[in-house]
């Protein structure tokens, strides 16, 4: 059974840091690109950041302009999304995700976490 836990989030002020991990298990790991994707109260699901399985390529929101860094322990079977000074518009609730191809789209990614709350506070 495949499983994605993500830990991480939190309430933190504006200006302010957070890391993401996302933990894998029964999947074999580098056999997929991971992303983070988040999803605000009353919008629809979003990319964030996402990485090849070997992290020779990674893709950001034009909306993350440089703040949040993804990256992945393949060895350890998990993900990171790092992310430097948080705008109160970064607030939602954050989702890692796997898929066996590089695409953006929510709709090609295979397995899913149960998501992390991040709230940024002005």
């Known amino acids: 059974q495949v499983q994605l836990v993500e830990s991480g989030g939190g309430l933190v002020e504006a200006g302010n840091s957070l890391r993401l991990s996302c933990a894998a298990s029964?999947?074999?790991?580098?056999?997929?690109?991971m992303a983070w994707f988040r999803q605000g109260l009353g919008k629809g699901r979003e990319i964030v950041a996402g990485?090849?399985?070997?992290?020779?390529?990674?893709y950001y929101a034009d909306s993350i302009e440089g703040r949040f860094t993804i990256s992945r322990d393949n060895p350890k079977n998990t993900g990171y999304l790092q992310m430097n000074s948080l705008k109160p518009e970064d607030t939602a609730v954050y989702y890692c995700?796997?898929?066996?191809?590089?695409?953006?789209?929510?709709?090609?990614?295979?397995?899913w976490g149960q998501g992390t709350q991040v709230t940024v506070s002005s």
């Open positions: 029964g999947v074999t790991f580098n056999d997929y690109t």
């Open positions: 995700a796997l898929s066996r191809r590089w695409y953006t789209h929510p709709d090609a990614y295979e397995f």
């Open positions: 990485i090849t399985w070997n992290g020779a390529d990674t």
